[in-house]
């Protein structure tokens, strides 16, 4: 089992830059698959960015990328977004969530079985 807890975010102006920050408890966090999604108000959940065991290969939704870069430092059990040149329409609840298993699943929602409380981030324009 493992407990994430999110951090890093805020309110922003557009074009600014964020880093969020989640630290994970419990189990080995070097065995786990890692995403970030958000949720926006009225709003379904939707993917953000994944990373695989190793940082050996990333993704990225087609509304962030260029801009936001995610890292892992299984050293610190902690998985990092950096988010550059933040739009108004990035205002969400982000969550930080770990799976294990397949990387053909990374953007479903549903095959995460951890997920933190989320950090709220706001930009305003």
């Known amino acids: 089992q493992v407990a994430l807890v999110e951090s890093g975010g805020g309110l922003v102006q557009a074009g600014d830059s964020l880093r969020l920050s989640c630290v994970a408890s419990?189990?080995?966090?070097?065995?786990?698959?890692m995403g970030w999604f958000r949720q926006a108000p009225g709003k379904e959940r939707e993917f953000v960015a994944a990373i695989a065991r190793n940082s050996a290969v990333t993704d990225y939704a087609d509304s962030v990328k260029g801009r936001l870069t995610i890292s892992r430092d299984d050293g610190k059990n902690t998985v990092y977004v950096q988010m550059n040149s933040l739009k108004p329409e990035d205002t969400a609840v982000y969550y930080c969530?770990?799976?294990?298993?397949?990387?053909?699943?990374?953007?479903?929602?549903?095959?995460?079985?951890?997920w933190g409380q989320g950090t709220q981030v706001t930009v305003s324009s």
């Open positions: 419990g189990d080995t966090f070097s065995m786990y698959l």
């Open positions: 969530a770990a799976k294990r298993g397949a990387w053909g699943t990374r953007r479903s929602s549903t095959q995460y079985a951890y």
